[in-house]
């Protein structure tokens, strides 16, 4: 439980809930019961980045993915198996990316996005803050925020209230 985290002062945290509001509720009732609490990186050994990525706290990144050059990665990003981040990409805090999402250059992904398995973003594009973009969708333009886009290519279906 969350309850549990003062228990162990000297250990490093991870969030591995793939819900990026879920993921973001947690950690922040994590941070209320234990102001000190020091989250991890965790990065499969099979990862191939440049060394010109930054990867902030909380973060996972699964097997056999490849993030290029000039990438930043926010705190408690989920990148999941064999996912594609091209060069210039700014990936916000608390994203997640299914399986085999493509991410090409020079791209923004907005606080708390989800990128479903498959789902694929062109070069120069965004996505906005809370989106989530469905299973094998292609962004081709910029999708806003609060919304569900899906399709090839990806149009917004769905607008939180």
């Known amino acids: 439980t969350c309850e549990d985290v003062g228990k162990f002062p000297e250990a490093y945290f991870v969030c591995a809930v793939g819900a990026s509001k879920v993921r973001e509720r947690i950690i922040q009732k994590v941070k209320t019961v234990n102001p000190n609490i020091q989250f991890g990186t965790v990065v499969d050994p099979s990862v191939e980045k440049s060394d010109l990525v930054e990867i902030g706290k909380g973060t996972i990144i699964c097997a056999h993915t490849i993030i290029t050059v000039n990438v930043t990665i926010g705190n408690h990003v989920i990148m999941n198996l064999d996912c594609t981040v ?76």
């Open 86 to 161: 091209g060069h210039d990409s700014v990936i916000h805090d608390f994203v997640t990316l299914y399986p085999s999402v493509n991410v090409s250059g020079i791209t923004t992904l907005g606080h708390g996005c989800e990128m479903g398995t498959g789902a694929q973003i062109i070069q120069e594009t965004a996505v906005g803050d809370y989106a989530i973009v469905g299973a094998g969708a292609v962004v081709v333009r910029d999708i806003p925020g609060n919304c569900t886009a899906v399709g090839a290519p990806a149009r917004p279906v769905k607008f939180a209230d």
